[in-house]
C-alpha cells in the first residue's frame, strides 16, 4: 500500500481553514451560530436532533479553540459520509461485553461525537464506582478532536484520557509507505482554581497542513517532518506535499523517530486492535467526496478518579503546573507554556472578538452547502 | 534549579557500559552469574534474599537485552543508596486505598523492583478480576527499565503499561532549564505464537549516554538532542553534555517538541502528580556516590484484559504486527522493526555467545564492589 498521492492528501481538505493564511478582512460568525449552522446541515441529511448537537458541539468547540483543522473545516466530510450512508447518522451504540470497570461497545457505525460521548459518559459511570473505567469502541468514526473526550471527564472531577486510530498517513520508521496513522492521543487533569492540563496530539510529527502552509510560502521543510517517494527525509514542501507521507514525532531514526512511531502503534493497538476495529493499513482512505464503505474506526476512552489515590491531587497539579510554566525561558518574551495554554488563549481571543473568524474559502465551503442542502446561511457578527 | 552540572552527569555514569566503545577482547558473564554477583552484593548491605532476587532479576534482564543503561551499570548506585539508608532495602510495600480496580500504594522507600514488582502484581490480580488493575506507588526508588513491568502483565495474557518519574533532566519547549526527568513509559502486548509488542521509551529525544557517544567520537550532536546552557539547540557535543539539558521527544518547537514535552508531563502526572511522590522539580539528583534524601519517586502500574474487549486480541496483534514489519522498506538492508524487535535480538545475541560482554571499566567497578562488599568477584564464562 503507498502513500497518499497529492490530489487526496489536498482533498482531506486540511488547506481551508487556517486563518494565519486569510488576507480579507474578518467576517466573524458568533460561537452559537457556528453551532446553528451546522445543527442545520446535520439535520438536513436525516440526523436526528440530539445527534446533530453532539456533533455541532463538539466541531464547534474545536474552531473556539483554534483547532481549525478538527472543526468546520470537517463538516462537509461528515454530511458527504452521512449523504451516501455510510455514516449512520441515528445509530445508537450498544454494549457488547461489560465488567465493573471496562466496557467493550459497538459505535455501529455512528457519529463520532455520538459514539465518543456514549463511551465516555460510560467510563466515567463505572470510574466514579470502581475508580477507573476502560470503554473501547469499534464500528466509529472521526471522532474529532481528541481532547474533547478528556475534557468530558475532567467536567466530572476525574482525569481523561483517549484515543482513536484515523487513515495511514504516517510511515514506520525505515519505511517508504504509510501503515499507522496520525493517531492521536489526550489526557487531562484539572488543577485547582479552573486551571487545567490538557494534552492532545498526533503521533505525527506534524499535520499535512503544517506541510501544505509551507509549501503555499515556498519555504523549505524542516528535517523531520516528511519523506519523499523513495521514504528519504525531504526540505523539498512540494515533494514532501505530493508524496503525502508523514514521519512520526521525533522525526528521522537519528532523532529517535522510532519512539513516535512506536507510540502510534500504541494509540492503534488500544483502539484500533483491542476493540476489533479496522487497524493500521486496514482503515480506509477519507476524502472530502465521503468514503465509499464504512470507516470501523476504533477508540478507547478511559476516566480516573484521582481521589483514590493521593488526596488533593487538584492542588498539586496548581503546583506542577506553576513549576513548570515557571521554568525560566530561553527567550523571555516567549513564555514556558503548559499543554493547553494555547487552545484557552485561543478561546479567550474568540470571545473577545465577538466570533470565530473562518478563512474565505471555507466561508464559500458553508455557502454551497447551505444552498445544496436548503438550508439558512452562516450570518455574521 | 539549573541543569544539571557536567561533573553530575558523568558522574550518573552513563557512560561506563556501552559495549560499543569496548576494544578489548571479550570476556563473557554468563547470565546466572551476574545475577548471582548481583544477589551477593544486594545481600552484603542487608537486603533480605527475596528482595535481593527481584532486583537482580530486573538488572540482569536489562543486561541479557541489550539496555546496559539499565542493568549493571545501576547496581553501584543501588547499593551505595542502600548503604547510607537513602533506600530501605527490607521494606515491604503497603497498601494505603484501594477500590476493585486500583490501589494506592506507598512503597516506603523500598527497592525499586519490590515496588514495582508488589504493584504489577496488585494491578493483575484487579485486571483478572474486573478487567482494569491501576495502582500508583509513592515512596519508592528507581525501578529499572519500564518493559519489566509491561511484561509481568504479558506473562499473565494481560496487556501491561507502566511509567515512572526520575530526577529533572529534561528542559520544557522554550525552557532553559530541566523540570522533567527523562520520563518513560511502557506498553507491551503479546501476539500468537510468543510474538510480542514492547515499547519502552524514555520522553527525552535520547539518554545522557548517546551525548556522550558523541563527544567521545568528536562528533557534532544532530539538532535536537541538547540544549546549550542559554537554552538554544547545540549541535556542539561537548557543550550538550556540560550543559545536561536534554530536549524532550521531537528535538525544538518547530520540529513539536512540545509533544515530547507534554509526554513527559502526563508521565508524571499520572505517576508522580496522582501518588503523592515528588515530582518536577522536587524529584532528588541521583549520583554514584548514593544520595542524601529518599527519592520518593513515584510509578502507575496498568494492566488490562484483552478479554474483556474482542475476542481473539492475540492474533489481531500477530496481523498487526505483520503489516508493520511488512511495510517497504526505504533502504532493503535494514528492515522495519517493532517495538522490542531490538530487545529480542539482543536477548539471542547474548544467548548464542554465551553471556554478556560487560565493557572493561564496568568490570572493574564490580571488582572493586566484590571487594569493597566482601564477595566472591565476578567469574567469566
Not at 461528515?78 to 449523504?83: F, K, P, R
Not at 465516555?120 to 469499534?138: E, N, P, Q, Y
Not at 477519507?286 to 492542588?315: K, R, Y
Request: charged share 20%.
Amino acid at each position: 500500500m503507498g502513500c497518499l498521492r497529492a490530489s487526496r492528501v489536498f482533498s482531506m481538505g486540511f488547506s481551508i481553514t487556517y486563518r494565519t493564511m486569510s488576507a480579507a478582512a474578518p467576517k466573524l460568525v458568533a460561537v452559537a451560530e457556528s453551532r446553528r449552522f451546522m445543527i442545520d446541515c446535520f439535520k438536513a441529511v436525516k440526523v436526528p436532533q440530539a445527534h446533530a448537537e453532539a456533533q455541532a458541539d463538539l466541531l464547534v468547540a474545536a474552531d473556539h479553540r483554534g483547532h481549525f483543522s478538527h472543526g468546520m473545516n470537517r463538516l462537509e466530510m461528515y454530511i458527504n459520509d452521512l449523504a451516501i450512508n455510510s455514516t449512520d447518522g441515528a445509530a445508537v451504540p450498544k454494549i457488547l461485553k461489560e465488567t465493573p470497570a471496562t466496557a467493550w461497545v459497538d459505535g455501529l457505525n455512528g457519529l463520532g461525537a455520538v459514539v465518543g460521548n456514549y463511551c465516555m459518559d460510560l467510563a466515567i459511570k463505572k470510574a466514579k464506582t470502581v475508580g477507573v473505567g476502560w470503554v473501547c469502541a469499534k464500528g466509529s468514526n472521526h471522532y474529532g478532536m481528541a481532547g474533547w473526550y478528556a475534557i468530558r471527564a475532567m467536567d466530572q472531577g476525574l482525569v481523561g484520557m483517549s484515543m482513536t486510530n484515523t487513515s495511514p498517513l504516517m510511515a514506520p520508521t525505515r519505511a517508504k509507505e504509510a501503515a499507522l496513522g496520525t493517531n492521536p492521543l489526550s489526557l487531562g487533569a484539572n488543577a485547582t482554581n479552573g486551571d487545567k492540563f490538557l494534552l492532545d496530539m498526533a503521533t505525527t510529527a506534524v499535520a499535512v497542513g503544517k506541510i501544505e502552509i509551507q509549501r503555499r510560502k515556498g519555504a523549505p521543510l524542516p528535517d523531520g517532518w516528511a519523506q519523499d517517494p523513495s521514504g528519504e527525509v525531504t526540505n523539498d514542501a512540494e515533494l514532501g506535499f505530493s508524496t503525502g507521507c508523514l514521519m512520526p514525532l521525533g522525526g528521522s531514526e537519528l532523532t529517535s523517530g522510532y519512539k513516535g512511531y512506536g507510540l502510534g502503534a500504541m494509540v492503534d493497538i488500544l483502539s484500533g486492535v483491542m476493540s476489533g476495529a479496522n487497524y493500521s493499513t486496514q482503515v480506509r482512505k477519507w476524502t472530502h467526496a465521503g468514503a465509499d464503505s464504512a470507516a470501523d474506526l476504533g477508540q478507547v476512552f478511559i476516566a480516573v478518579d484521582p481521589n483514590c489515590f493521593a488526596p488533593n491531587f487538584e492542588e498539586r497539579m496548581a503546583d506542577f503546573n506553576s513549576r513548570l510554566r515557571g521554568a525560566t525561558p530561553t527567550d523571555p518574551s516567549k513564555p514556558v507554556l503548559l499543554a493547553g495554554d494555547k487552545e484557552k488563549k485561543g478561546m479567550a481571543d474568540v470571545d473577545a472578538a465577538g466570533g470565530i473568524q473562518y478563512l474565505e474559502n471555507q466561508l464559500k465551503t458553508c455557502a454551497n452547502l447551505a444552498e445544496i442542502l436548503k438550508i439558512k446561511p452562516l450570518s455574521f457578527v
